[in-house]
Protein backbone atom coordinates (compact mmCIF):
# COMPACT_ATOMS: atom_id res chain seq x y z
CA UNK A 1 0.00 0.00 0.00
CA UNK A 2 0.95 3.54 -0.74
CA UNK A 3 2.39 4.73 2.56
CA UNK A 4 3.21 8.57 0.86
CA UNK A 5 -0.63 9.87 -0.21
CA UNK A 6 -2.39 13.28 1.10
CA UNK A 7 -5.71 12.99 1.62
CA UNK A 8 -7.55 9.78 1.58
CA UNK A 9 -8.64 7.76 -1.42
CA UNK A 10 -12.36 8.52 -1.98
CA UNK A 11 -14.29 5.32 -2.17
CA UNK A 12 -18.19 5.20 -3.79
CA UNK A 13 -20.03 2.10 -1.89
CA UNK A 14 -22.61 0.56 -4.73
CA UNK A 15 -24.96 -0.85 -1.50
CA UNK A 16 -24.77 2.62 -0.15
CA UNK A 17 -26.35 4.62 -3.02
CA UNK A 18 -28.72 2.13 -4.12
CA UNK A 19 -29.89 2.38 -0.33
CA UNK A 20 -30.08 6.16 -0.71
CA UNK A 21 -31.97 5.87 -4.08
CA UNK A 22 -34.52 3.83 -2.23
CA UNK A 23 -35.47 6.47 0.31
CA UNK A 24 -38.39 8.30 -1.43
CA UNK A 25 -38.44 12.24 -1.06
CA UNK A 26 -40.88 12.07 2.19
CA UNK A 27 -38.48 10.11 3.94
CA UNK A 28 -35.57 12.17 3.07
CA UNK A 29 -37.28 15.29 4.22
CA UNK A 30 -38.55 13.63 7.77
CA UNK A 31 -34.94 12.35 8.25
CA UNK A 32 -33.06 16.41 7.49
CA UNK A 33 -35.61 17.88 9.22
CA UNK A 34 -35.57 15.76 12.72
CA UNK A 35 -32.19 16.12 12.60
CA UNK A 36 -32.57 19.69 11.94
CA UNK A 37 -34.94 20.65 14.68
CA UNK A 38 -33.04 18.40 17.48
CA UNK A 39 -29.80 20.08 16.22
CA UNK A 40 -31.91 23.46 16.24
CA UNK A 41 -32.96 22.57 19.42
CA UNK A 42 -29.55 22.14 21.01
CA UNK A 43 -28.46 25.32 19.59
CA UNK A 44 -31.75 27.28 21.62
CA UNK A 45 -30.83 25.42 25.11
CA UNK A 46 -27.48 26.34 24.88
CA UNK A 47 -28.41 30.06 24.34
CA UNK A 48 -30.90 30.10 27.23
CA UNK A 49 -27.56 29.23 28.93
CA UNK A 50 -29.52 26.10 30.11
CA UNK A 51 -27.61 22.17 30.81
CA UNK A 52 -29.47 19.06 29.69
CA UNK A 53 -30.34 18.20 33.05
CA UNK A 54 -31.69 21.71 33.95
CA UNK A 55 -33.72 21.99 30.98
CA UNK A 56 -35.46 18.39 31.49
CA UNK A 57 -36.13 20.12 34.86
CA UNK A 58 -38.03 23.16 32.79
CA UNK A 59 -40.19 20.85 31.12
CA UNK A 60 -40.57 18.33 33.49
CA UNK A 61 -38.77 15.34 31.53
CA UNK A 62 -36.18 12.96 32.83
CA UNK A 63 -32.93 13.96 31.13
CA UNK A 64 -32.74 10.54 29.29
CA UNK A 65 -35.72 12.02 27.65
CA UNK A 66 -34.04 14.81 26.08
CA UNK A 67 -31.55 13.05 25.40
CA UNK A 68 -33.61 11.29 23.10
CA UNK A 69 -35.11 14.41 21.59
CA UNK A 70 -31.54 15.90 21.14
CA UNK A 71 -30.63 12.95 19.04
CA UNK A 72 -32.29 13.99 15.55
CA UNK A 73 -34.65 10.37 15.75
CA UNK A 74 -37.48 11.89 17.80
CA UNK A 75 -40.99 12.36 16.47
CA UNK A 76 -41.79 15.64 18.03
CA UNK A 77 -45.82 15.86 18.72
CA UNK A 78 -46.98 19.61 18.78
CA UNK A 79 -47.58 19.47 22.26
CA UNK A 80 -44.45 18.43 22.97
CA UNK A 81 -42.79 21.33 20.88
CA UNK A 82 -45.11 23.76 22.83
CA UNK A 83 -43.99 22.77 26.02
CA UNK A 84 -40.14 23.29 24.74
CA UNK A 85 -41.25 26.84 22.82
CA UNK A 86 -42.94 27.62 26.25
CA UNK A 87 -39.72 26.70 28.36
CA UNK A 88 -37.47 28.60 26.51
CA UNK A 89 -39.62 31.24 25.81
CA UNK A 90 -39.77 31.56 22.24
CA UNK A 91 -42.28 31.00 19.63
CA UNK A 92 -43.43 27.61 18.55
CA UNK A 93 -42.32 28.71 14.65
CA UNK A 94 -38.62 29.63 15.99
CA UNK A 95 -38.00 25.93 17.09
CA UNK A 96 -37.80 25.46 12.87
CA UNK A 97 -36.36 28.79 12.09
CA UNK A 98 -33.13 27.12 10.64
CA UNK A 99 -32.39 27.28 7.08
CA UNK A 100 -34.14 24.37 5.23
CA UNK A 101 -31.67 21.90 3.22
CA UNK A 102 -32.55 19.58 0.62
CA UNK A 103 -30.09 16.43 -0.35
CA UNK A 104 -30.63 15.84 -3.42
CA UNK A 105 -28.60 12.44 -4.59
CA UNK A 106 -29.07 12.40 -7.91
CA UNK A 107 -29.50 14.81 -10.89
CA UNK A 108 -30.84 14.58 -14.29
CA UNK A 109 -30.01 17.59 -16.24
CA UNK A 110 -32.08 17.36 -19.45
CA UNK A 111 -30.79 20.17 -22.04
CA UNK A 112 -32.98 20.63 -24.92
CA UNK A 113 -32.14 23.04 -27.97
CA UNK A 114 -34.82 24.02 -30.98
CA UNK A 115 -33.53 25.81 -34.00
CA UNK A 116 -36.52 28.09 -35.51
CA UNK A 117 -36.19 30.02 -38.85
CA UNK A 118 -35.20 33.44 -38.24
CA UNK A 119 -38.61 35.73 -39.08
CA UNK A 120 -36.31 38.41 -40.07
CA UNK A 121 -33.12 37.68 -42.55
CA UNK A 122 -29.31 36.85 -41.15
CA UNK A 123 -27.21 40.36 -40.20
CA UNK A 124 -30.48 42.04 -38.22
CA UNK A 125 -30.00 42.38 -34.19
CA UNK A 126 -33.74 41.96 -33.81
CA UNK A 127 -32.65 37.78 -34.44
CA UNK A 128 -34.82 34.65 -32.98
CA UNK A 129 -32.89 31.71 -33.38
CA UNK A 130 -32.85 29.32 -30.35
CA UNK A 131 -34.63 28.33 -27.27
CA UNK A 132 -32.42 26.78 -24.73
CA UNK A 133 -34.07 25.16 -21.43
CA UNK A 134 -32.42 23.69 -18.43
CA UNK A 135 -34.02 21.16 -15.99
CA UNK A 136 -33.34 19.72 -12.97
CA UNK A 137 -35.03 16.95 -11.50
CA UNK A 138 -34.38 13.56 -8.81
CA UNK A 139 -34.57 10.61 -9.49
CA UNK A 140 -37.63 9.56 -7.33
CA UNK A 141 -39.58 12.41 -7.46
CA UNK A 142 -39.16 15.35 -10.11
CA UNK A 143 -38.78 18.48 -9.51
CA UNK A 144 -39.01 19.99 -12.89
CA UNK A 145 -38.64 23.14 -12.19
CA UNK A 146 -37.07 25.55 -15.00
CA UNK A 147 -33.48 26.90 -13.84
CA UNK A 148 -33.19 29.56 -16.83
CA UNK A 149 -35.35 29.54 -19.80
CA UNK A 150 -33.72 31.51 -22.10
CA UNK A 151 -34.20 32.85 -25.91
CA UNK A 152 -31.20 34.27 -27.84
CA UNK B 1 -4.29 -5.60 10.79
CA UNK B 2 -3.53 -3.83 7.78
CA UNK B 3 -5.43 -1.43 6.59
CA UNK B 4 -6.54 2.00 4.65
CA UNK B 5 -8.72 4.75 5.53
CA UNK B 6 -11.13 5.79 2.83
CA UNK B 7 -13.48 8.68 2.77
CA UNK B 8 -16.86 7.46 1.74
CA UNK B 9 -18.23 9.62 -0.79
CA UNK B 10 -22.40 9.46 -0.76
CA UNK B 11 -22.28 10.47 2.85
CA UNK B 12 -19.22 13.16 3.12
CA UNK B 13 -20.13 16.92 2.75
CA UNK B 14 -19.19 20.05 3.76
CA UNK B 15 -20.32 19.81 7.13
CA UNK B 16 -18.65 16.78 8.22
CA UNK B 17 -16.25 13.88 6.60
CA UNK B 18 -17.45 10.40 6.65
CA UNK B 19 -14.68 7.97 6.49
CA UNK B 20 -14.14 3.86 7.03
CA UNK B 21 -11.84 1.38 6.74
CA UNK B 22 -10.81 -1.32 3.86
CA UNK B 23 -8.56 -4.48 5.14
CA UNK B 24 -5.36 -5.15 2.89
CA UNK B 25 -6.94 -7.52 0.23
CA UNK B 26 -10.63 -6.56 1.25
CA UNK B 27 -12.80 -4.80 -1.72
CA UNK B 28 -15.45 -3.40 0.79
CA UNK B 29 -15.56 -1.11 4.05
CA UNK B 30 -16.33 -2.01 7.39
CA UNK B 31 -19.20 0.07 7.24
CA UNK B 32 -19.84 -2.24 3.62
CA UNK B 33 -19.73 -5.39 5.31
CA UNK B 34 -22.00 -3.90 8.05
CA UNK B 35 -24.89 -3.04 5.45
CA UNK B 36 -24.16 -6.64 3.55
CA UNK B 37 -24.52 -8.42 7.21
CA UNK B 38 -27.92 -6.40 8.57
CA UNK B 39 -29.64 -5.16 4.70
CA UNK B 40 -31.17 -8.45 4.86
CA UNK B 41 -33.13 -8.15 8.29
CA UNK B 42 -32.92 -4.53 8.90
CA UNK B 43 -33.22 -2.74 5.61
CA UNK B 44 -36.09 -0.06 6.82
CA UNK B 45 -32.75 0.81 10.03
CA UNK B 46 -29.90 0.37 7.55
CA UNK B 47 -31.64 2.74 5.11
CA UNK B 48 -32.43 5.32 8.27
CA UNK B 49 -28.72 4.94 9.69
CA UNK B 50 -27.22 5.94 6.32
CA UNK B 51 -29.85 8.99 5.78
CA UNK B 52 -28.84 10.37 9.10
CA UNK B 53 -24.97 9.98 8.24
CA UNK B 54 -25.48 11.79 4.97
CA UNK B 55 -27.13 14.50 6.80
CA UNK B 56 -24.49 14.70 9.14
CA UNK B 57 -22.15 15.31 6.41
CA UNK B 58 -23.90 17.48 4.30
CA UNK B 59 -25.94 19.90 6.64
CA UNK B 60 -25.68 19.38 10.36
CA UNK B 61 -22.41 18.09 10.81
CA UNK B 62 -21.61 14.70 13.44
CA UNK B 63 -22.84 16.44 16.45
CA UNK B 64 -22.44 14.91 19.66
CA UNK B 65 -25.95 14.74 20.73
CA UNK B 66 -26.43 12.43 17.38
CA UNK B 67 -24.35 9.67 19.12
CA UNK B 68 -23.63 7.58 22.21
CA UNK B 69 -20.38 8.79 23.46
CA UNK B 70 -17.83 7.33 25.65
CA UNK B 71 -18.14 3.53 24.08
CA UNK B 72 -14.39 3.16 24.30
CA UNK B 73 -11.02 4.23 26.74
CA UNK B 74 -11.60 7.51 27.88
CA UNK B 75 -10.76 10.48 24.78
CA UNK B 76 -10.71 8.08 22.38
CA UNK B 77 -13.45 9.17 20.46
CA UNK B 78 -15.00 5.86 20.33
CA UNK B 79 -18.78 6.13 20.48
CA UNK B 80 -22.00 4.45 18.65
CA UNK B 81 -24.44 6.09 16.51
CA UNK B 82 -27.36 7.01 18.76
CA UNK B 83 -30.28 4.17 18.52
CA UNK B 84 -33.96 4.38 19.61
CA UNK B 85 -35.07 2.16 22.18
CA UNK B 86 -37.24 -0.07 19.70
CA UNK B 87 -34.08 -0.05 17.20
CA UNK B 88 -32.10 -3.18 17.34
CA UNK B 89 -28.84 -1.87 15.11
CA UNK B 90 -25.88 -0.66 16.76
CA UNK B 91 -23.15 0.87 14.71
CA UNK B 92 -19.70 1.57 16.21
CA UNK B 93 -17.80 5.01 15.00
CA UNK B 94 -14.83 7.30 15.48
CA UNK B 95 -16.24 11.26 15.88
CA UNK B 96 -13.58 14.07 15.93
CA UNK B 97 -15.64 16.86 16.70
CA UNK B 98 -18.29 17.98 14.71
CA UNK B 99 -16.32 17.74 11.23
CA UNK B 100 -15.33 13.73 10.63
CA UNK B 101 -16.17 10.38 11.36
CA UNK B 102 -15.17 6.92 11.22
CA UNK B 103 -17.26 4.40 10.48
CA UNK B 104 -16.95 0.70 11.56
CA UNK B 105 -19.13 -2.40 12.04
CA UNK B 106 -21.40 -3.14 14.51
CA UNK B 107 -24.36 -5.27 15.12
CA UNK B 108 -27.70 -5.93 16.36
CA UNK B 109 -28.03 -5.02 20.42
CA UNK B 110 -30.59 -7.68 21.90
CA UNK B 111 -32.89 -7.08 24.18
CA UNK B 112 -30.91 -7.11 28.04
CA UNK B 113 -27.77 -6.47 25.98
CA UNK B 114 -26.27 -3.67 28.81
CA UNK B 115 -22.99 -3.44 27.12
CA UNK B 116 -21.34 -4.45 24.24
CA UNK B 117 -19.21 -7.01 26.63
CA UNK B 118 -21.91 -9.10 27.02
CA UNK B 119 -22.07 -10.14 23.17
CA UNK B 120 -19.61 -11.69 21.50
CA UNK B 121 -20.22 -9.89 17.76
CA UNK B 122 -20.62 -6.43 19.66
CA UNK B 123 -17.42 -6.76 21.45
CA UNK B 124 -15.18 -7.86 18.54
CA UNK B 125 -16.87 -5.10 16.06
CA UNK B 126 -16.35 -2.51 19.83
CA UNK B 127 -12.32 -4.07 19.94
CA UNK B 128 -11.68 -3.75 16.07
CA UNK B 129 -13.00 0.17 16.35
CA UNK B 130 -10.90 1.14 19.80
CA UNK B 131 -8.04 -0.45 18.27
CA UNK B 132 -7.75 1.91 14.83
CA UNK B 133 -8.82 4.73 16.95
CA UNK B 134 -5.43 3.24 19.42
CA UNK B 135 -3.77 3.64 15.83
CA UNK B 136 -5.21 6.52 14.44
CA UNK B 137 -4.18 8.32 17.61
CA UNK B 138 -0.64 7.56 18.00
CA UNK B 139 -0.10 8.20 13.83
CA UNK B 140 -1.29 11.75 14.92
CA UNK B 141 0.93 12.04 17.94
CA UNK B 142 3.93 11.25 15.87
CA UNK B 143 2.47 13.70 12.68
CA UNK B 144 2.02 11.12 10.48
CA UNK B 145 -1.31 11.41 10.29
CA UNK B 146 -2.58 15.41 10.59
CA UNK B 147 -5.68 17.71 9.71
CA UNK B 148 -5.83 19.37 6.93
CA UNK B 149 -6.30 23.41 6.55
CA UNK B 150 -9.60 23.55 6.76
CA UNK B 151 -9.64 21.05 9.86
CA UNK B 152 -12.11 18.71 8.16
CA UNK B 153 -9.92 15.65 6.32
CA UNK B 154 -7.57 13.37 7.87
CA UNK B 155 -4.36 13.67 6.00
CA UNK B 156 -0.74 12.01 5.73
CA UNK B 157 -0.03 8.25 5.68
CA UNK B 158 -3.21 6.58 6.32
CA UNK B 159 -2.08 3.32 5.83
CA UNK B 160 -1.62 0.98 8.54
CA UNK B 161 0.40 -2.16 9.24
CA UNK B 162 1.04 -4.72 11.78
CA UNK B 163 4.89 -4.48 10.62
CA UNK B 164 5.38 -1.23 11.58
Same mark, same amino acid.
Given at each position: ?N??????????????? +?????????????????M????????????? +???? +?????K???????????????H @?????????????? @???????FA??????? @?????????????????? +?????????????????????????????? | ?????????????????????????? =???????????????? =???? =???I???????????????????????????????????????????I?????A?????GG???????????????????Q??????????? =??????????????????????????
Amino acid at each position: MNKKQKAAKKYSSALIS +GLLNETTTAEKLQVSTKMQVAAHLQDLISAA +GLSK +GAFAEKVNKNPSEITKWLSGTH @NFTVDTLCEIALAL @NVPVAELFAFEQTQVI @NKVQIVVSSKVTRPAVPF +GSPLITCCDTQFYFATSKQPLLFPLTSFTS | MNYEIVELEELSGCKATVYSIIKEGD =RLTLFDHFIKEHVGQY =REEI =RFIINRLQEMGKTTGAREQFFKCNEGKPGDGVCALYDEPDKELRLYCIRYGKVAILLGGGGPKKRGTKAWQDDKKLTKEAQTIISISNDITN =RLKEGEIYWSANGSQLSGNLNFSDHE
